[in-house]
């Protein structure tokens, strides 16, 4: 348990940041209950379950989080509204992709393509393009997760299940004219990281508005993709039909969207967002602990050494794999 073996190595460091709500919650709450002085920077992705808000709320779990980074406009609110954090004690930080691994490639174009399961409604999808001229490949499969699928009845002609590696999954996005992203309605940014993969291969995308969307954290309507209402098929087609129909605009958002990945929407950008979290909680620390007399070990490091590498952490990748045939994520 990533939480148990942080906790355990808890007196190396002056600042732990865990990565997600399971590894997060069970740390913050033994480290309220054993009184332990350590920084904790929480990346939160989905705070509203209620589970959730018993260990934040009742147990106190908050009391030892000094900072909480999330993923979106609409959790933050939710942070700020309903769990009782300080504003500033709250702060957006979009987990990127690996611009340098998702980039265009030039291979020709023929068909779209849906990827990924989380909280996906791929049966709107396919009710979408049912009867298109339009090849559409869904690339759905995760060990992270069971919530989404593609129905279990057959399947129109034109639409087909792939399962693919991290390279695969690369060449799909490539060979596809833009990248649709079909989202049940939940009140986090679900889909979020092909999205961004998708962004930074160049790609327009179609989303669905969910509560977790709604704000435009990720997609910027008519800029950088489209944003459709959730559960729609109708909607969803005239979207898909609209980019297929006018190449011209789909290859200008895909270009506005690299833009905004180069411009600092990707994993280098994201890994400095993080460092600099974490120092501000450990120099916020340090001041406490010198202002109430606790001794503070001269030698212990700030945080665990955050960099880009090949080895998957948390929900930043699904292979074991390392080398140049996977994206980077972050180690923490």
Known sequence: MAAWAAFQRRNEYDVIISDAERSGLPLALMLKLSGTQRGHV?????????????????????????????????????????????RAKVEVVPTAADADFWHPLGLPQSG????????????????????????????????WTSHGGIPRRELPPNVIRRRLDYLGIRELYDRSEFVVVPLVDVDFQAGSLVIYEAMAMGKAVIVSRT?????????????????????????????????????????????????????????????????????????????????????????????????????PVGQAADSPSIGPTTPRSVSV
């Open 42 to 86: 929480m990346v939160g992705h989905w705070l509203s379950p209620l589970k959730k808000r018993v260990l934040l709320q009742w147990f106190g779990g908050a009391e030892t989080i000094d900072r909480l980074v999330l993923k979106g406009a609409t959790q933050k609110r939710f942070a700020l509204e309903h769990l009782g954090f300080a």
């Open 112 to 143: 779209i393509c849906g990827v990924g399961l989380e909280r996906r409604d791929y049966p709107t999808l396919v009710e979408a393009v049912r009867g298109l001229d339009l090849r559409v490949t869904i690339a759905a499969a995760s060990p």
């Open 211 to 311: 509560r977790g969307h709604v704000h435009g954290d990720v997609v910027q309507d008519g800029e950088t993709g489209i944003l459709v209402p959730p559960a729609d098929p109708a909607a969803l087609r005239e979207a898909i039909n609209r980019l297929h129909e006018n190449p011209t605009e789909a290859r200008r958002l895909g270009a506005n969207a690299r833009r905004i990945v180069q411009g600092g929407l990707n994993l280098d950008a994201y890994v400095q967002r993080m460092a600099r979290i974490a120092r501000e909680v450990e120099v916020k620390r340090s001041a406490l602990s010198s202002w109430s007399g606790i001794a503070v070990s001269p030698g212990m490091p700030a945080l665990s050494l955050l960099t880009p590498t090949a080895s």
